[in-house]
């Protein structure tokens, strides 16, 4: 569990530092700064959604695993549907990787359940 949660952390911060590096520097062309602004708001929100997640595994509540599941799988997609590149790899290397230890710690969420 404790490598998942890491493995989580790692996500909100690539996440957190994709969305900076968009916000700052994403584009030098005057027609795109808005659309970039937006993207960065959403790979905050990522961060945000995962951080949450990350907070929901210390304090083992249940609805961990789905938003879990819904996160990683909607992350690897996106990130498979785009140009792809090192970021992506990335992105889905790190989400991949969390995803399979979310998986194999399912028996661990279920047991959250039962302790309420």
Request: proline share 2%; no cysteine; aromatic share 12%.
């Given at each position: 569990?404790?490598?998942?949660?890491?493995?989580?952390?790692i996500?909100?911060?690539?996440?957190?530092?994709?969305?900076?590096?968009?916000?700052?520097?994403?584009?030098?062309?005057?027609?795109?700064?808005?659309?970039?602004?937006?993207?960065?708001?959403?790979?905050?929100?990522?961060?945000?959604?995962?951080?949450?997640?990350f907070?929901?595994?210390?304090?083992?509540?249940?609805?961990?695993?789905?938003?879990?599941?819904?996160?990683?799988?909607?992350?690897i997609?996106?990130?498979?549907?785009?140009?792809?590149?090192?970021?992506?790899?990335?992105?889905?290397?790190?989400?991949?990787?969390?995803?399979?230890?979310?998986?194999?710690?399912?028996?661990?969420?279920?047991?959250?359940?039962?302790?309420?």
């Open positions: 569990m404790r490598v998942l949660q890491v493995l989580i952390l996500n909100a911060a690539i996440w957190f530092v994709f969305g900076v590096l968009a916000l700052l520097g994403g584009t030098t062309n005057p027609d795109q700064v808005s659309i970039m602004r937006k993207l960065s708001l959403f790979m905050f929100g990522d961060a945000a959604i995962l951080l949450f997640i907070i929901g595994t210390i304090k083992k509540k249940n609805w961990t695993y789905t938003a879990g599941l819904i996160v990683l799988v909607v992350n997609v996106l990130s498979v549907t785009d140009e792809f590149g090192v970021a992506d790899f990335i992105v889905i290397f790190a989400s991949i990787a969390a995803l399979i230890m979310l998986l194999t710690n399912k028996p661990i969420f279920d047991s959250f359940k039962k302790t309420k």
